[in-house]
């Protein structure tokens, strides 16, 4: 039996600012993670590539506001800095 997988403990290494930043993170890292497991069956970020993310940025966030696709953008950012990758992306 595997255990599910800790997005707070795998962030843990990249996350600062305020309580409330760290928790807004770790929350829409949980859901960047439950969409691309339900899209394309990749249930941790060490199995994503970048169109996984470039995917949830263009798709999944089409109707939100301005202000939540920049949030989103700021946790993509840290996830790829978390798998050391040197990816890009826009908004």
Request: no cysteine; proline share 2%.
């Amino acid at each position: 039996m595997s255990k599910p997988f800790d997005m707070e403990l795998f962030l843990a290494g990249v996350l600062t600012g305020s309580h409330a930043t760290r928790r807004r993170h770790v929350r829409q890292a949980k859901i960047i993670q439950a969409e691309i497991a339900e899209r394309w069956q990749r249930e941790t970020p060490w199995s994503w590539q970048r169109k996984h993310l470039a995917w949830f940025i263009k798709h999944r966030l089409v109707r939100s506001s301005e202000a939540s696709r920049y949030y989103y953008l700021l946790t993509v950012r840290l996830l790829a800095r978390r798998l050391e990758k040197s990816w890009v992306f826009d908004v």
